[in-house]
């Protein structure tokens, strides 16, 4: 156990579905896993272990942003020998004809932010997600029938950030987030594996933008992709 999650050594599956949201990780739990068992809840940070078609996985909330995320996908690897952790989240696009509900697949992510060098003294702002579950993704996509983008993904410290613009720009970014650089990196250092699918639930090129509703409940084709990915 650790100060953040109370979940017994077995408890947590080798392969952890991760959402921002808790409602979302519920969700996924009560509409896609059988023998499904609620492994932690400290903090209302939702861990749910069962079975997608026989394959055991959790599902686990990350909370918002990169300290969040670091936290828990930091005691995963560390403490609860988790291999594969995807991140299904909701972004931005910076991209015209990348759109509302949209999916984007990480490519690479890369952030302003010193979470590397604050980490462990490495002085780094871009990471690469694993390219063995970015197959499968591609894969499982294809297997379903669902269209993917794919491209770099901004990793911001700020949610409310003026300058999207500049920086964003830049550095070749499809789409803007707050959690994947830390979860790549933490597989980095842990030598696991990581990556990031993403439904666009807002855009620089329109005003229109998902409800809380639609944002707990309408990725579905991510949650699916994701979850046919560690089958495969």
Sequence with gaps: MTPHINAKKGDIAKIVIMTGDPKRAEYIA??????V??????????CYTG??????????TSGMGMPSMGIYSYELYKFYD??????VGSCLSLREDIRLNDIVLSTSSYTSS???????????????????LNDKIRQASSILGYEIFEGRVITSDIFYNDFINSEERNNDGVALEMETFALLYNAKIFNRRATSIL???????????????EREKSFRKAIEIALESIIL
Excluded: C, H, W
């Design 37 to 46: 068992k609620l492994v932690n809840e400290v903090r209302l940070a939702l």
């Design 114 to 132: 010193n979470f590397a060098y604050n980490q462990s003294g490495i002085d780094t702002r871009l990471i690469l997600p694993s390219s063995l």
């Design 51 to 60: 079975k997608y078609k026989d394959k055991m996985v959790s599902v686990m």
């Design 30 to 35: 009560s509409n896609y896993l059988t023998d």
């Design 82 to 87: 988790v291999i594969d952790i995807i991140r």
């Design 199 to 213: 439904t666009v639930s807002d855009s620089i090129y329109d005003e229109e933008k998902l409800t809380v509703e």
